[in-house]
């Protein structure tokens, strides 16, 4: 089975890293995220490359970080931006 060769890439942590925060009880940031009650929406948490195109298509670049515009709402594509990291 031929995988999308990206596990390497600033793009797949960030993806994997969101995925934890809401998923993984076992990680310390999970009572901020997944603790208070934020998912990761269907289509991104089980498809890294749904999550991609959506990000090239919504100006990701390797200096900008996901941002959710409404800090109690879910990661999804209606909630979700680049921006600079603060």
Known sequence: ???HGES???LYRIWKVMRARCNN???PQYKN???RGITVCEEWNTSYL???NWSLLNGYDDSLTIDRINNDGNYEPS???W???R
């Open 1 to 3: 089975m031929k995988t």
């Open 8 to 10: 390497k890439t600033r």
């Open 25 to 27: 009880k076992n990680i």
């Open 33 to 35: 995220y997944g603790g």
């Open 50 to 52: 749904s999550f991609k």
């Open 79 to 81: 909630n979700c931006r």
């Open 83 to 85: 921006a600079l990291q």
